[in-house]
């Protein structure tokens, strides 16, 4: 039987490790030693655990190859390790979690001076996620037992791999507590106020850019968990801070700070986004954090009702230093463009964005439910400001306006005209083209078209819908009287359809 036959081939990997002298880099070199770890081969795992095994397993990680290396060969160890590393093996996991030197050699990799090694930065944060998720408790001591850790991650949050290690932090630890524990931890880090400040036109745009995200990700992360545990009795911290009357504070005032930096206000914008976000029950149909800037540099909230584009308020004193800014942008806007329009240049996309944001200011200053308080504000402007706005208003605004309520109408009137045509075809029930000119059944004296045709075939009597008549016909192509078929001069002379040969009035549909 077949059962006879050893048809298993024994790996390779199995006769290197029957050597007393062999190194880890032969085993490397094999092209089946992942497959082999991940299905458990009993000897190549043992090999594995031990200690100086692992330890330049680690090594590989964390230090740079040699710079002499060929370069299409100089990661290739590191990559190997990292892969079995993270073959999720449970015994290399625990001889990992519990073996604080191993942890202290790869913790070590975050003590190096920055920009860290992208690539490498990659490996370690991906052996630390799946140490997080497979062991939390003994991971999160260790790291709440290192008082910098957060400063440098803080530090590091140019690089990616660091930042997707800190929201790995928040999304790999599964049982409830344990989770909360690491929250209030990084809480009380102020991992929230340190991300903010990162997003500062004095940072580079690689930090701006991962903060951002990060902070994006934990307002997503904090809202989803809320939906999914209803019953849960601690509130997110994270998100309570990021919600928080300073942080948002912080964030326009990075907006709005002298010294312009674009990746800076789409940061900052970016976050103001994700927490303006409609994604938790309490956002239906209104947006409620609009903010508005007082003297004191406090803030009141104003809400701004996104089905009638008015501005609504909660409570309201000093100047509106966000209107201000608002106002002052699309002027600065407006004028940029009709400069590039005048210079041959082509209109600028946002124009109908700009418009309709321009014309909600309008509306809520005439016609809103606080409009008076709106009047104030818009009063309360720096004269320039309000001189300019005004003269905004009545001539660019009140132009564009102008010309697209005409072209709207415009548009709406050729809607409208075909829209009739079709009716009208519809109506006249299908008219029938002749060689001598279009008869419809109403142009007829109201009766049956069958009924002036006698001596046509039963089919083409029941064809009533046709849009032409059979070539046997074709005999009546003349204006003369005996030229037409006897149905015409049937019908009444004030009813007769017009005798004319080629395509007549009204067109065949």
């Known amino acids: 039987m077949f059962w006879k036959f050893d048809l298993h081939s024994s790996s390779h990997i199995d006769t290197l490790l029957e050597r007393e002298d062999v190194t880890l880099k032969e085993l490397m070199d094999e092209e089946d030693v992942l497959q082999e770890c991940k299905a458990q081969n009993r000897k190549l795992i043992e090999f594995l655990l ?7 397993l680690v090594s590989f990680i964390i230090e740079e190859p040699p710079q002499d290396m060929d370069e299409k060969i100089r990661y290739k160890y590191p990559n190997i390790s990292c892969e079995l590393l993270t073959s999720d093996v449970s015994q290399m996991n625990d001889r990992l979690g519990e073996d604080e030197s191993l942890l202290m050699k790869l913790y070590s990799f ?4 920055s920009p860290l090694n992208p690539l490498l930065a990659s490996f370690f944060s991906k052996v630390l996620s799946i140490l997080i998720s497979r062991k939390p408790e003994q991971i999160v001591d ?3 037992k290192k008082r910098d850790f957060v400063d440098l991650i803080i530090k590091h949050i140019g690089t990616s791999a660091i930042m997707d290690l800190l929201l790995r932090l928040l999304t790999c630890i599964e049982p409830p507590q344990p989770r909360q524990d690491v929250l209030n931890w990084l809480n009380e880090e102020k991992i929230i106020q340190r991300l903010v400040e990162i997003v500062h036109p004095s940072q580079e745009e690689d930090r701006h850019s991962n903060a951002s995200q990060s902070l994006c990700e934990i307002v997503r992360l904090s809202r989803d968990q809320m939906l999914q545990v209803q019953n849960s009795t601690e509130p997110d911290p994270l998100l309570a801070t990021l919600e928080k009357q300073e942080i948002i504070e912080q964030l326009l005032s990075n907006i709005f700070h002298k010294e312009k930096n674009e990746s800076a206000i789409v940061s900052a914008i970016q976050i103001l986004l994700t927490l303006l976000e409609t994604r938790r029950p309490t956002f239906e149909g209104h947006i409620e954090i609009c903010l508005q800037v007082t003297e004191e540099n406090t ?4 809400g701004y009702n996104t089905e009638n584009g008015t501005i609504t308020d909660q409570e309201s004193t000093g100047d509106n230093l966000l209107l201000k800014h608002l106002i002052e ?11 590039k329009q005048a210079e041959g240049g082509r209109r600028h996309g946002y124009m109908g964005h700009l418009t309709r944001i321009a014309n909600c200011i309008v509306h809520s200053t005439d016609k809103g439910p606080n409009s008076a308080l709106v009047q104030q504000l818009i009063k309360d402007l720096p004269d320039e400001v309000r001189e300019r706005w005004e003269t905004f208003c009545t001539s660019s605004l009140g132009e564009t306006n102008k010309r697209n309520t ?4 415009g548009f709406t009137g050729y809607i409208c005209f075909f829209s009739l045509l079709l009716v009208f075809a519809v109506y006249s029930e299908k008219c029938i083209r002749f060689p001598c000119g279009p008869v419809s059944e109403r142009a007829l004296s109201g009766r049956p078209l069958a009924s002036y045709l006698p001596s046509w075939p039963t089919k083409l009597k029941e064809q ?6 059979s070539q046997s016909l074709s005999a009546g192509h003349g204006k003369e009287e005996g030229s037409c078929p006897e149905w015409f001069w049937a019908c009444p002379a004030d009813r007769r359809p017009p005798a004319r040969v080629g395509i007549g009035w009204p067109p065949v549909w």
Request: glycine share 2%.
């Open 50 to 56: 031990k200690a100086e095994c692992l330890e330049d």
């Open 110 to 113: 975050l003590l190096n001076d």
């Open 142 to 144: 260790f790291l709440k």
């Open 299 to 302: 803030f009141s909230f104003v």
């Open 329 to 339: 942008r699309i002027l600065e806007a407006w004028e940029m463009n009709e400069k």
């Open 406 to 409: 005409v072209d709207l109408v």
């Open 464 to 469: 009533r819908g046709l849009t032409m008549l």
